[in-house]
C-alpha cells in the first residue's frame, strides 16, 4: 500500500491541535505523509504598500516557527513511521490554499478542525470548513470539539442511492483498513413504489457485496440531518460518510446541502468525499 498523503490545516488553537492529532492517530500507523499548513491571511492589503509587506514578512516567519514547534510536539508525543512537515502560505482564504495545493500535490485526505456555526452563518455565508469541501477534490475529514481517536469500529454511510456501486467500493476501502462496519442509510420521508424498488436494488447490492461487514437501512424522516444525527448516537458510530457535489448559487445561499449541515452539527468526524 502507498503511504496516503494527508494535508493537515492548523491555525495553532486548540480545536486544530485536536484535529491535528486526531489525524496522526488515525493514519500515522499507515506510515502517511503529513504536511501541516497554516495559512497566513492579510485581507484587503495593497500589495504595493511596503509596510504591509514587512509585516506580512514577520507574520510568516512567526507562522514558521510556531510551527516547528507544533510538529517537534506532535513527533514527541505520537511515535511512528509516518513523515510530517510543516508549511506557512499566505494567501486571501483557506478553501483557496488548500484547493491550489490539493490539485498541485495530489492529496489523499484533507484534515481539519470544525466547529457549529451561528444561524447567519449557516444560512449565509457558510465557515471554513464547507467552504473547504465545496471546492476541494479530496475528501476532507473535519474533526469537531471534543473527538478523540479511538478507532473506527461503525462508519455510517449517509447516501442519496446515487453512485450507490461506486461509493461503496471506496467507502469499503477506506473501512477495510480498519476493519470497520459500515451502516448505510438512506433518509426519505415516506415508502413509495419507487423507494421499494431502490430499497431491493441497494440491498442487492449490499448483499453481493465482497465487503462483509456492511449492511443497509432505510429510515422513514422528513428531517434528514437529524435523521442521521439520531442514527449516529443509537449506533455509537465513530465516522460520518456523506459523498457532495459542487453547490450551485442557490445551494450555497440557503444551506440546501445535507453535507453543509451535518458539518455544523459536528456530533462525529464527518468524511466528505467530492463526486467525480
Known amino acids: 500500500m502507498t503511504p496516503p498523503k494527508l494535508l493537515l490545516l492548523t491555525d495553532f488553537s486548540p480545536l486544530s491541535a485536536l484535529a491535528l ?12 505523509d503529513f504536511t501541516v499548513m497554516n495559512v497566513v491571511r492579510l485581507e484587503g492589503i495593497p500589495k504595493a504598500n511596503l509596510k ?5 514578512k514577520s507574520l510568516l516567519q512567526l507562522s514558521q516557527e510556531e510551527g516547528e514547534k507544533l510538529i517537534e510536539k506532535v513527533r514527541r508525543e505520537i511515535k511512528g513511521k509516518y513523515t510530517i512537515r510543516f508549511k506557512a502560505i499566505r494567501t486571501y482564504t483557506v478553501a ?21 456555526a451561528s444561524t447567519f452563518k449557516k444560512i449565509r455565508l457558510g465557515g471554513t470548513t464547507v467552504s473547504v469541501i465545496d471546492v476541494c477534490k479530496a475528501p476532507v475529514l473535519a474533526i469537531p470539539e471534543l473527538a478523540q481517536f479511538t478507532g473506527l469500529k461503525n462508519l455510517v454511510y449517509a447516501s442519496d442511492l446515487k453512485n450507490v456501486s461506486k ?8 473501512a477495510a483498513i480498519f476493519g470497520s462496519n459500515v451502516h448505510m442509510i438512506h433518509v426519505l420521508p415516506a415508502m413509495d413504489k419507487k423507494a421499494e424498488v431502490e430499497k431491493e436494488r441497494v440491498l442487492s447490492l449490499v448483499r453481493n457485496h465482497s465487503y462483509k461487514k456492511l449492511d443497509f437501512k432505510i429510515i422513514l424522516d ?55
Open 21 to 32: 492529532e486526531y489525524a496522526v492517530r488515525l493514519a500515522g500507523p499507515l506510515e502517511a
Open 222 to 276: 422528513e428531517d434528514v440531518p437529524g435523521a442521521i444525527d439520531r442514527y449516529i448516537k443509537e449506533t455509537k458510530s465513530d465516522l460520518l460518510t456523506t459523498f457532495t457535489h459542487t453547490l450551485s448559487l442557490e445551494e450555497k445561499l440557503f444551506a440546501k446541502s445535507v453535507t453543509r449541515k451535518l458539518a455544523y452539527l459536528g456530533t462525529i468526524p464527518l468524511l466528505a468525499v467530492k463526486r467525480t
Open 96 to 116: 483557496d490554499a488548500v484547493k491550489r495545493y490539493v490539485e498541485k500535490n495530489k492529496v489523499n485526505m484533507v484534515v481539519m478542525g470544525s466547529r457549529g
Open 167 to 174: 461509493e461503496l467500493d471506496i467507502i469499503t476501502e477506506f
Open 52 to 56: 504591509m509587506k514587512t509585516i506580512e
